[in-house]
């Protein structure tokens, strides 16, 4: 298949693509390189160095795909908290300039990254995607359902094949964001440098971790798909966070100190996935576990100048 990838020069955007073109199909990238890296770019790529709302630009550059994979968008919660009319006109504003500018050009399949964060403060675990979407407590939150809802409505009005899919939360080598607010990469660097870890709610937070190949396997599954779906994508096992600090440490065989950094206004107690659906109807399955994926990302950061 002919594939866009909006957001392609991203951390989870790059191994879509790479797994993409390893699996035989040609990637075309949107990115507007606000975010994300060039050099994280696979050289097989035809890359389009524009934004979102050059809808123009994107009517020229369409034609031709069978489906547009939508990873760009701004990522970092504390961030929409302080730039909420960035965040609505980059994420939303962007979003429905991207599905106008697919239904012009006639490619009516979406694969859209949406996130955990869509379900709030969970009634129950593990999640299913049956459960209510939840209250959110910042505009990051706000933009992913609203995108969530765009999608949907371009299903309903213009007949596009839409695949929604809720990632819990990704990791693994390439996670390069500036700033860094997510916990694995920001653990595996102070444990590298040999500075003090900083961890919230003391740790005791559950999280569902997925590593990134997973996660990008599932998007090429859903390439196939027709209709409207609704998938999450995690690993139906709830780690706390003070677990994986324990893991990294065996891993690199020593410890660093821990820097108590107290609670964090917003942070959910637990987040784990039901992924049934996506294993049932898909075949999808998580191979990588959380040891295995951690010794890949501590290797990548090895590599880096830290
Ligand atoms: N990383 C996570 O933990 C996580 C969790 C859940 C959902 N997601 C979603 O997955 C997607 C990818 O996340 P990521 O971690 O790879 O983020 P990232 O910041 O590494 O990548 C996003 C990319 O989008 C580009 N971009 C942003 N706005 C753009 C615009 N208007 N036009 C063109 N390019 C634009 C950036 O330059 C960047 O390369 C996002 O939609 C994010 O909301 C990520």
């Not at 859209?112 to 379900?119: D, L, Q, T």
């Not at 690199?252 to 942070?267: A, H």
Request: net charge negative; charged share 25%; proline share 5%.
């Amino acid at each position: 298949m002919r594939v866009l990838v909006t957001g392609g020069a991203g951390f989870i955007g790059s191994h879509v693509n790479k797994l993409l073109l390893d699996q035989g199909h040609s990637v075309t990238v949107v990115d507007d390189l606000s975010k994300g890296h060039q050099d994280s770019i696979d050289a097989r790529v035809d890359f389009h160095q524009i934004g979102l709302e050059n809808q123009e630009e994107l009517e020229k550059i369409l034609p031709g795909h069978d489906g547009v994979i939508h990873m760009a968008s701004f990522i970092e919660v504390g961030e929409s908290v302080k730039k909420p009319v960035e965040f609505a006109q980059n994420n939303i504003v962007g979003t429905v300039k991207l599905l106008e500018a697919m239904k012009n050009a006639n490619v009516k399949k979406m694969i859209f990254s949406s996130s955990a964060c869509v379900y709030g403060k969970p009634e129950k675990l593990p999640i299913t995607e049956e459960d209510p979407l939840g209250e959110q407590e910042n505009p990051y939150g706000i933009t992913k359902v609203t995108m969530e809802e765009f999608c949907k409505l371009f299903h309903t009005l213009h007949n596009f094949d839409v695949t929604i899919l809720r990632y819990f939360n990704p990791y693994g080598p390439g996670e390069l964001h500036e700033p860094e607010t997510h916990a694995i990469p920001n653990f595996v660097k102070s444990a590298l440098t040999k500075t003090p870890i900083p961890l919230f709610w003391k740790g005791e937070q559950i999280r569902d971790f997925i590593f990134i190949d997973d996660l990008a396997q599932a998007h090429i599954l859903a390439l196939t798909l027709t209709g409207l779906h609704i998938y999450n994508v995690g690993t139906e096992s709830g780690v706390k966070v003070a677990d994986v600090v324990k893991q990294i440490f065996e891993i690199v065989g020593y410890e660093v100190p821990i820097d108590d950094k107290g609670e964090r206004k917003g942070d959910v107690p637990a987040l784990v996935a039901s992924s049934e659906k996506l294993k049932k109807e898909l075949g999808w399955n998580a191979k990588v576990n959380l040891e295995e994926g951690l010794k890949k990302t501590i290797e990548f950061f090895k590599n880096q100048n830290l």
